[in-house]
């Protein structure tokens, strides 16, 4: 488990681990978009929230899938992913095939002339974001794994065990703290 921080990048997951009880990040997993050494952004892939894209961004209403809680900073903003950086302006590559933004006005346009399918975006607000030197500290304190990311990890709907199976497929140790109880005092 040790020099997990030396392996992050952008298109890496980071990983909650068990000991993080802090409500933003409990059992999360999120995908890296920038990390270099003026701090680091990702979106939280598995806290799907209770209203739909189309009832809360205008210009996508063919978007019947949730909005996802991207973290606890700017909470105002709307950030997306997807897989069509072919067609989209200013898309940025995270990892082979999947983009992070790029136009939104025309990403609403090639939604709404069947260009794109509204399973090739993932849409949230907010995102997780660490200043210079901060992520490091908390990855020394145990607050953090690293894994690869797929495209597969992104679109899943499979929110409530992404955190376990991820965790879990890092092998080894890791297993035993995938089948740890969220509340470990209550066991």
């Known amino acids: 488990m040790d020099n997990e921080f030396e392996m992050l990048k ?18 999360t997993v999120l995908l890296m978009c920038e990390h270099n050494d ?18 809360a961004i205008s210009g996508f209403d063919e978007i019947d899938e949730p909005l996802h809680m991207g973290g606890p900073v ?12 072919d067609v989209i302006d200013d898309a940025q590559e995270v990892l082979p095939g999947l983009f ?10 090639l939604i709404n002339t069947g260009v794109i399918r509204p399973s090739e975006v993932r849409f949230f607000l907010g995102y997780a974001g660490w200043s210079a030197g901060q ?6 304190e145990g607050s953090w794994y690293t894994a690869d990311a797929s495209n597969e990890q992104v679109f899943t709907d499979e929110y409530e065990r992404m955190w ?6 890092k ?3 890791y297993c035993l703290v995938a089948n740890s109880p969220e509340l470990p005092g209550m066991n």
């Not at 700017?74 to 950086?85: A, K, S």
């Open 10 to 27: 952008a298109g890496k997951l980071l990983i909650a681990s068990a000991n993080l009880l802090e409500s933003n990040f409990k059992r």
């Open 38 to 55: 003026e701090g680091s952004i990702g979106f939280i892939l598995n806290k799907p929230m209770e209203f739909k894209v189309c009832e």
């Open 74 to 85: 700017q909470v105002d903003t709307v950030h997306f992913l997807h897989t069509r950086g």
């Open 100 to 109: 992070w933004g790029g136009d939104k006005e025309q990403l609403s346009y």
């Open 135 to 140: 992520l490091k500290d908390e990855f020394e």
């Open 164 to 169: 376990s199976r991820t965790v879990r497929s």
């Open 171 to 173: 092998g080894g140790d």
